[in-house]
């Protein structure tokens, strides 16, 4: 019996496993059940009570030896599974239960972006805490203009306020940069609003601007024909009504024929037949003025759009509230647009 223990003691200080089932395996076969330990246990009683002593401690130092080995292996296993070695099956399929999807603004806001790159537009970005200057004097709105009033505005002190629109970013621009500027600024924007199904207090626009030696308002309406036509379809038309904005003149404001009822007229048009979904014009000569830009050598125009407007007619959403919940039951809808 002293010669089979010692055999074992051998055998498993010699142990090597390739797997973890291997390592299993000799737990089986010395520990468990009806492994070694058991059958020599139970033929102890057979062994001369001179040679208990001895037997005795030699079956215990079996079990711990055993018992060493098999934390020594297992830790060994789990070692190279954190350093992603080989014992990562990597053959496996990646399960996707998790995956996220992107929020309809983001794709809707990626999808501007790219197609005015398309053109040779820049992204130009500003600070969403904005002063007075950037947001409104340089804009030309006039001191008394309502768009001032508290009631539109979050003023944070006499000087600055949330921004109320991305134009702001265009005059940060002009001012630092020569022409020619192609370039859009998307961004959040913040205004004094109950939210309601149509209103909420933070928006997201993307103002475009561009500006060199004889641009024309033919330019202009050819810009937004392609983007209108980009983002809705080859069969989309626009139209041009004439608007007011304290930084363009002429000013417009741009409708696309529906999406839904391709101008025939329905609900979502009001029997239109149009959609409204911008404002535009030729940027003012005193906005290029104020910006440090000769008015008589370049002309350019500019326009704004609202992110959650184009996000909500392309996907026939109703109610604003949704892009703010971010109830996943929403989100997911998205998954496949990406
Ligand atoms: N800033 C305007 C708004 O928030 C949108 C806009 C209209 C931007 C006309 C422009 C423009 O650049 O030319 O309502």
New binding site residues.
Partial sequence: MKERIEQLLEEVSAYKASKLDEVEQLRIKILGKKGELKELFSSFKTVASDQKKEVGLLLNKLRNKTEEKIVELTSSFAQKEDDGDSFLDLSLPISDDNLGSRHPLSIVKNEIIDIFSRIGYSISEGPEIEDDWHNFSALNFPKEHPARDMQDTFFIDKENALR??T?SV?VRVMENSTPPIRTISPGRVFRNESISARAHCIFH?V??LYIDKNVSFADLKQTLLYFAKEMFGDKTEIRLRPSY?P??EP?AEVDVSCIICSGKGCNVCKHTGFLEIL???MVDPNVLENCGIDSKVYTGF???MGVERIAMLKYQINDLRMFFENDVRFLNQFKSTI
């Fill in positions: 109320t629109h134009s265009q626009q103002e475009g904005f930084f363009t000013s404002g535009c014009g500019a326009f704004g």
